[in-house]
């Protein structure tokens, strides 16, 4: 008869067993080859996070930039405001609500990245804080600030000017609080260890590309119609996010524009991920032209030329304000163009994760 000492590591011993002792083998130890694997998921885990965090910490610096330049820029109005006006007093709040929330997550995402610190609760307040802010700022800055450029209008192609305008911001800012939100709420779910579904995980991706492409659509479908209807009109004008001096240079962005959107629409209704390196290639490319179109028309509004114009465009922005506007702009192009192409490419790394619950309490991958 045989059985096995615990202290021989699981290997058979040949020696004699009393009669009517029931002999238990010991487990299995772990070999090397298991501890490595479990040593590499621990790191891959780590590397997830820490690429979450990077990526919040972007978008945070991003958000806390706009808020900036949204507080430091000068209006020709009060507070209050007045009958031709936006109130200051709200621009200057959506400025300050965003600085907010970007130090926050500026804060959580570098504690992350630097310290190895890290905490669910704090991720679930900033997501909060995202939502509340979100929905407040683009009630009141994004759209109750166009429909009052276009309310006090007394020129019908103004009031177009600035409504097309409203739908271009509202891409923007879309993309910009769309992705910050999107990277918290993937790093608050590493946090918490939450299994994926790896089918909902393929549709969640197909989502994101469909919808941040379309919001690619609608800034390009608004740079179109601006560019036409400068064009037509036959003098530059201004209007936030545009300036606009060249009208051909705003019809070849908005035309490529376009073609990029649609071009992501089509990859994610279809799944054609295969198409990723070539999405990305294109939003690349249309994201410096579009930076571009903001230096260009910031030249064509500081000359003789550019500030002359037969048309009457009220705007909250002085003329003064085109070079701020510019900058903050550059964070807005590369959140919209950035979105779509990274949900196209993102392989999911949550998937890799299994629910084997490791003895310090995190989930590790069992593939090596």
């Keep these: 008869m045989m059985y096995s000492d615990p202290m021989m590591f699981g290997q058979p011993v040949l020696t004699a067993t009393p009669p009517g002792i029931a002999v238990q083998m010991a487990p299995p130890t772990p070999t090397m080859a298991t501890y490595d694997n479990t040593k590499l998921d621990y790191l891959r885990l780590e590397l997830n996070r820490k690429f979450r965090a990077g990526f919040v910490f972007l978008f945070s ?5 706009v808020g900036t330049g949204y507080t430091t820029m000068n209006s020709q109005g009060n507070l209050n405001g007045s009958s ?3 109130p200051m007093a709200i621009i200057l709040t959506c400025g300050l609500c965003l600085i907010f929330e970007g130090l926050l997550g500026l804060i959580i995402s570098g504690m992350e990245l630097m310290a190895h610190k890290r905490s669910a609760s704090a991720t679930m307040l ?5 939502v509340l802010f979100g929905l ?3 009630a009141s800055l994004m759209i109750g600030q166009y429909a009052f450029m276009a309310d006090k209008n007394s020129q019908d192609v103004a009031k177009q000017f600035s409504m097309l305008s409203m739908l271009s911001m509202l891409a923007l800012f879309i993309a910009l609080l769309g992705g910050f939100f999107c990277f918290t709420m993937s790093l608050h779910n590493l946090y918490k260890n939450e299994k994926v579904d790896p089918e909902r995980s393929v549709a969640s991706r197909k989502t994101k590309v469909l919808f941040y492409s379309f919001l690619v659509v609608l800034k390009g479908c608004s740079e179109l119609a601006i560019g036409e209807l400068a064009r037509q009109n036959g003098t530059p004008g201004s209007s936030a ?7 051909n240079l705003v019809l070849s962005d908005g035309v490529l524009t376009l073609v990029v959107g649609l071009i ?3 990859i994610g209704a279809a799944g054609l991920f295969k198409l990723k390196n070539l999405f990305t290639a294109l939003s690349f490319f249309s994201f410096i032209i579009q930076l571009a179109l903001y230096i260009l028309g910031q030249f064509g509004a500081n000359s003789s030329a550019g500030m002359s114009s037969g048309m009457t465009f009220v705007s909250l922005f002085g003329a003064g304000d085109a070079a701020a506007l510019s900058v903050m702009l550059i964070p807005f192009t590369t959140a919209l163009m950035f979105m779509p192409a990274w949900a196209a490419s993102e392989e999911n790394l949550e998937q890799q994760i299994t629910q084997y619950q490791g003895k310090d309490g995190l989930v590790f991958a069992n593939q090596p």
Excluded: S
């Excluded at 900033?126 to 995202?130: D, F, G, N, S, Y």
């Design 61 to 65: 610096f991003m958000v806390l930039l």
């Design 84 to 86: 031709t006006y936006y």
């Design 126 to 130: 900033l997501l909060a804080i995202q």
């Design 136 to 138: 407040f700022i683009l």
């Design 241 to 247: 996010p545009f300036i606009i001096f060249r009208p």
């Design 264 to 266: 992501g629409m089509a």
